[in-house]
């Protein structure tokens, strides 16, 4: 089914693309039939880097104590385990990327608006609703441009929403730009290119890719060593100390979004519902799920895969595949789970269930129109509707808190940071509401 290196299988193709680099000019239950689970030994796909490549982290308990103890005998080892979306700020004053961090938990240590939320200020930027204001350190960051015009990226003021910079990246974006932000960089993927740019200044630093033109994604995850995006069908990773293309897959139904832990990049198939493991190093298709109903966007947490199956939310071992529960919740395969702890919020067609981490229903809640975007606090979890209201339901109890019409379909995610809610709507409007 699979192919390394140039031979085609059933639902993906591995390549390793040529290497590019630009400077700027400017529950418990066993799988059923279904659960169809491969395990692949796809063999190494080289990328210029030394030590063990491949699948870490996905094997037995064996290799897993070995990992610890080679840990525990280099001291400087720790320093590797920095939690990328600590690397951009304190975890109150950001939101780096959607999902929040890589693993898109959608959730902050920060705190959003508690008590009769009003709109502080409004932006307009030429997109279409779909995107993530990324907010660190008292800047929020936003891609302008969308079908066929010059790529932007744009900086406001999170206080009073004044420009304090504007940065075109020469692209033509097809779609979208998408952000994140890592330690002082801004990363724009737009045309199967990523970009990066200077926080406080916007000037671009390099930019690097395929050869050739390419589509506009919908993700980017900005990892420690790796950012990874999509553009159309591909899943491409790029090399940040080197600054090339690390490998480059293609995913037949188009990738969703991704999500990475330490070592490896999970994703599901948009068309074809199925689920693959890969290798943040090198590209290796670690496991792989196969078709089945539509599966929505995964998030991990703590060694566990979670995502939406036909309506059930679904738990499996992320360094096999192999299932660990199942649960009913009737939510949407288009959006991804909140996780915090012992908490994993859904959102759904009118309605939002909290479980356990083990899958047991906390609580559910209902709310005006359906839940499209979400974001978990100690305290809060928020969500945006198709009717363009925004929400705040106890995250304790499942009440509604809050509700505010902001007169626009919102399909784009939030961010949560230091007592404000960043959002934006269909026609491209931001909202900064405190």
Known sequence: MWDVEGVRRDHLEIEVANRYIQEPSGKDDRMDDRWNRR????????????????????????????????????????????????????????????????????????????????IAWTASLGVLGYETPVVVDGTVFVPDGHQESEADVRALDAETGDEQWETELDLVTDRRTVLAVSDDTVYAS??????????????????????GEGFSGDSLLVGSDVAVYDSGSRLIAVDLDDRTVAWDMEIEGDPGRPVMDDE???????????????????????????????????????????????FDAVAIDAADGEQVWEASVGASQETQ??????????????????????????????????????????????????????????????????????????????????????????????????
């Open 264 to 310: 490896t990049v999970y994703t599901n198939s948009i068309t074809f519902g199925s689920m693959v493991a890969i290798s943040a190093e090198d590209g290796e298709v670690c496991w792989e799920l196969d078709e089945g109903p539509q599966r929505g966007p995964p998030a991990v947490a703590d060694g566990i895969v979670y995502f939406v199956d036909g």
């Open 39 to 118: 395990t692949v030994v796809a063999g190494t796909i080289g990328v210029g880097t030394s030590g063990v490549a491949g699948c870490l982290g996905t094997g037995g308990d064996d290799e897993a104590d070995d990992t610890d103890s080679a840990a525990d005998d280099d001291p400087d080892s720790a320093d590797d385990d920095t939690d990328p979306r600590e690397s951009a700020g304190t975890g109150s004053s950001t939101w780096p990327m959607y999902g929040y961090d890589t693993q898109g938990t959608s959730a902050t240590e920060g705190k959003g608006p508690i008590d009769d939320p009003e």
């Open 190 to 211: 737009s045309a199967a290119q990523l970009v990066a740019l200077d926080r406080e200044t916007g000037e671009i630093d390099w930019q690097a890719g395929p050869d």
């Open 337 to 434: 789970p909140a996780i915090d702890g012992d908490t994993l919020v859904y959102l759904g067609a009118t309605r939002i269930t909290r479980l356990s981490a083990s899958g047991d229903t906390q609580w559910e809640a209902q709310i005006d129109g359906s839940g499209v975007t979400g974001a978990l606090t100690s305290q809060v979890f928020y969500t945006g509707t198709d009717r363009g209201t925004v929400s705040a339901i106890d995250r304790d109890t499942g009440e509604i808190e809050w509700d505010l019409d902001v007169g626009s379909r919102i399909r784009g995610e939030l961010a949560v940071v230091d007592g404000s809610l960043y959002i934006i709507d269909r026609h491209g409007e931001l909202y900064a509401i405190r």
